[in-house]
């Protein structure tokens, strides 16, 4: 069974949240978070389903965006996505297909069918500095109670694991492992850098993944429409109102606060020297046995 935690430093800074088996979930999700993971384990998997999975604020919105787009073979946006993590099983198995989920799990909290080789998997790695301030800002602008504090506390709580989700590093090498030991075909990895260095290259290759056969005019006009200057200035006036009031429940902001610069190296903007002397010290250490890089700028 999950419980309740509060976790404060001397500055204020503060997480109350759920913790199960020694991880910081949200506490948006159902229940006590044992029972939930268990339906979870036994949901029913479509073979057209579509899972977008990713340690927070690394691209889950943008993928899923991206690989709804090319579900349907309409160019239009879906707002956000239903989380396998918040909503509950009974509803999750109701929606109409092709169904494209959002999720913070790991590959071994997915639905057992999905570990199986049924769905697809679209999994995306986010440099974890440029992770970092995009957490805290966004974290900074929900009604949750989960977190409040300053960029300095929040960053020492991001640090140490204690925040939701868990250690940024213990979820990367949680999907390094997979990456290992998992004989599955129906994962595919996807670098967020990568994605804004070349998009059309990406969009191309999510849609072959997913087996979806869309011409080249198609693939173009997705990637126009998905690259983050677009999605800044028009996401909110095309999502439908039902959306718009989740998000405003959510937050108070005018606008959906997941989308917000999206640029690779914003973390400069932030850290202070001995900010990142701190975190650079820390990531190569837990980095050391890594089998991939990152690129920070």
């Known amino acids: 069974m999950c419980e309740w935690v509060e976790e404060s430093d001397l500055d204020g800074n503060c997480l109350k949240t759920k913790v199960y088996n020694g991880k910081y979930f949200a506490s948006i999700v159902p229940g006590n978070i044992k029972d939930h993971l268990e339906r979870l384990e036994n949901m029913e998997v479509r073979e057209d389903d579509t899972f977008v999975l990713s340690y927070p604020k ?14 349907t073979g309409e160019s239009q946006y879906k ?3 239903y989380f396998l993590d918040y909503n509950e099983v009974d509803f999750l198995d109701k929606l109409p297909s092709p169904r494209v989920f959002g999720s913070h799990l790991t590959f071994d909290e997915l639905p057992r069918q999905v570990r199986e080789g049924k769905g697809k998997v679209l999994m995306i ?3 974890p500095k440029d992770v970092a301030v995009s957490y805290h800002i966004f974290m900074t602008k929900l009604n949750a109670p989960d977190y409040r ?5 929040f960053l020492k709580f991001y640090t140490s694991g204690k925040m939701l989700y868990g250690s940024w590093f213990d979820a990367f090498f949680a999907w390094e492992q997979t990456k290992v030991s998992y004989k599955g075909q129906n994962i595919l990895y996807l670098a967020y850098e990568d994605m804004k260095r070349d998009l059309l290259s990406n969009v191309t290759k999510i849609a072959e993944f997913l087996d979806e056969s869309r011409n080249k005019s198609f693939l ?3 990637t126009d429409r998905c690259t983050f200057q677009t999605m800044v200035k028009t996401v909110m ?4 109102p039902s959306d718009q009031n989740y998000i405003h ?3 108070d902001e005018k606008k959906l606060p997941i989308y917000r610069k999206g640029e690779v190296g914003d973390w400069k903007n932030y850290f202070t020297v001995a900010q990142n002397e701190y975190f650079d010290k820390i990531y190569e250490e837990q980095m050391k046995n890594a089998t991939c890089t990152f690129r920070f700028e």
Do not use: C, D, Y
């Open 58 to 71: 690394s691209g889950t919105h943008w993928v899923f965006t991206i690989a709804s787009m090319l579900r």
């Open 79 to 81: 707002g956000s996505p």
């Open 125 to 127: 790695t986010r440099n």
């Open 149 to 153: 504090g300053s960029w300095e506390g």
């Open 220 to 222: 173009e006009e997705v």
């Open 237 to 240: 006036k095309e999502i439908n």
């Open 249 to 251: 429940q959510m937050s």
